[in-house]
Nanobody, 121 residues
Framework: QVQVAESGGGLVQTGGSLRLSCAAS????????MRWYRRAPGKQRELVAA???????NYADSVKGRFAISRDNAKNTTYLQMNSLKPEDTAVYYC???????????????WGQGTQVTVSS
């Protein structure tokens, strides 16, 4: 069994900061990559940031320079530091973990339940 759990969402004013956490636990060997997505009301899900096992990062254009993804390998936890938040960042943020499992080292995708981020104007 694998669990992926986000935390750290909340209500913040425009220009404020939040740090989201995503912790993976259970039966797996390692983390292949971690991604943060978000879904705003009435919009499609959007990839916000990604971090590979090799340390490569990718960001959506809308968050470049404001958001930063990082990880703590010892805790199997990935963080999304969000600065200079804007009302358009309001969304449910989801963590997507790609984990290496099994004797064949297959990579499987797991999702968290999401955490609400609301930025007031």
């Amino acid at each position: 069994q694998v669990q992926v759990a986000e935390s750290g969402g909340g209500l913040v004013q425009t220009g404020g900061s939040l740090r989201l956490s995503c912790a993976a636990s259970g039966s797996f060997f390692s983390i292949n990559s971690m991604r943060w997505y978000r879904r705003a009301p009435g919009k499609q899900r959007e990839l916000v940031a990604a971090l590979t096992s090799g340390g490569n990062t990718n960001y959506a254009d809308s968050v470049k320079g404001r958001f930063a993804i990082s990880r703590d390998n010892a805790k199997n936890t990935t963080y999304l530091q969000m600065n200079s938040l804007k009302p358009e960042d309001t969304a449910v943020y989801y963590c997507n973990a790609w984990l290496v499992q099994g004797r064949d080292n297959l990579v499987a995708s797991y999702w968290g339940q999401g955490t609400q981020v609301t930025v007031s104007s």
